[in-house]
């Protein structure tokens, strides 16, 4: 079992991440914090970076849990897994060090549909010396885990674009996708094009995305095996009124 000193006061966040990029918080980063994994071959497993950049030595442990699909992405169950290896299940990384984790699926080979999980890089207390009490501020890195069949291809689509008010009062679009595919697929693996017409069919609106941009203005677009999923946006229209369209394209890589 880890070390938890009684004596000291502690402060656990946990951080969200987005987008796939290293999520860093204050002197730790974590990348990457997407990953995609294969229940066969050489993308069985994948090497995550943790890179101490404080000036004291920190003390980590990773986790493994299920994780279920909802109109946000993912979100984890609490349910351990033992689907997922992960080495080193515990490191201390010295100042400025860095540790490489190896993240490989060895649950069943034969999935019918893929699955994701959540992998939690949790930085553990440090032993506060005797006599003295301190704040320590402790932090769990949510690393996003997708595991699909091999040869398998996601059936992403819109079924239908809305509008929404944002908390701002700000007409904006909300997009229903739908995965019709046996393997999770991404929005951002793909182009969007959303337009928007008046009352008199007018287009008011019109609006282009690359891949990157979906994942940088909206972000992955995750969409589960057989989900059908609301999306909001926050891509503001200039109207509330009309009709609003919107078409996605698949990438052929």
Same mark, same amino acid.
């Given at each position: 079992?880890?070390?938890?000193?009684?004596?000291?006061?502690?402060?656990?966040?946990?951080?969200?991440?987005?987008?796939?990029?290293?999520?860093?918080?204050?002197?730790?980063?974590?990348?990457?914090?997407?990953?995609?994994?294969?229940?066969?071959?050489?993308?069985?497993?994948?090497?995550?970076?943790?890179?101490?950049?404080?000036?004291?030595?920190?003390?980590?442990?990773?986790?493994?849990?299920?994780?279920?699909?909802?109109?946000?992405?993912?979100?984890?169950?609490?349910?351990?897994?033992?689907?997922?290896?992960?080495?080193?299940?515990?490191?201390?990384?010295?100042?400025?060090?860095?540790?490489?984790?190896?993240?490989?699926?060895?649950?069943?080979?034969?999935?019918?549909?893929?699955?994701?999980?959540?992998?939690?890089?949790?930085?553990?207390?440090?032993?506060?010396?005797?006599?003295?009490?301190?704040?320590?501020?402790?932090?769990?890195?949510?690393?996003? $885990?997708? #595991?699909?069949?091999? !040869? =398998?291809?996601?059936? +992403?689509? @819109?079924?239908?674009? &809305? $509008?929404? #008010?944002?908390?701002? !009062? =700000?007409?904006?679009? +909300?997009? @229903?996708?739908?995965? &019709?595919?046996?393997?999770?697929?991404?929005?951002?693996?793909?182009? +969007?094009? @959303?337009?928007?017409?008046?009352?008199?069919?007018?287009?008011?609106?019109?609006?282009?995305?690359?891949?990157?941009?979906?994942?940088?203005?909206?972000?992955?677009?995750?969409?589960?095996?057989?989900?059908?999923?609301?999306?909001?946006?926050?891509?503001?229209?200039?109207?509330?009124?009309?009709?609003?369209?919107?078409?996605?394209?698949?990438?052929?890589?």
């Amino acid at each position: 079992m880890p070390f938890r000193p009684k004596a000291a006061i502690y402060a656990a966040f946990s951080v969200a991440v987005s987008a796939g990029l290293a999520t860093a918080l204050y002197a730790m980063t974590v990348s990457p914090v997407v990953i995609d994994l294969q229940t066969s071959g050489q993308r069985m497993s994948q090497v995550v970076t943790i890179e101490n950049k404080y000036a004291k030595p920190v003390i980590l442990e990773v986790l493994t849990q299920e994780a279920e699909y909802t109109d946000d992405g993912v979100r984890g169950t609490g349910k351990a897994t033992d689907d997922l290896l992960v080495f080193p299940p515990q490191a201390q990384i010295a100042p400025g060090g860095t540790q490489a984790v190896r993240i490989q699926y060895v649950g069943d080979p034969d999935l019918v549909k893929s699955r994701h999980y959540f992998v939690t890089v949790a930085q553990l207390p440090v032993k506060i010396p005797e006599g003295e009490s301190a704040l320590q501020l402790l932090y769990n890195f949510q690393i996003v $885990t997708g #595991v699909s069949m091999a !040869g =398998k291809r996601s059936k +992403l689509s @819109i079924s239908k674009a &809305e $509008t929404y #008010v944002g908390g701002d !009062g =700000k007409p904006r679009v +909300l997009l @229903i996708l739908n995965n &019709e595919s046996d393997t999770y697929g991404y929005l951002s693996n793909g182009s +969007l094009r @959303i337009v928007q017409k008046d009352d008199t069919g007018k287009e008011v609106f019109k609006k282009t995305m690359t891949g990157d941009q979906i994942s940088q203005e909206i972000g992955f677009g995750l969409v589960g095996a057989g989900q059908i999923r609301k999306m909001q946006t926050g891509i503001i229209l200039p109207t509330s009124g009309g009709s609003v369209e919107a078409y996605f394209t698949p990438s052929t890589r």
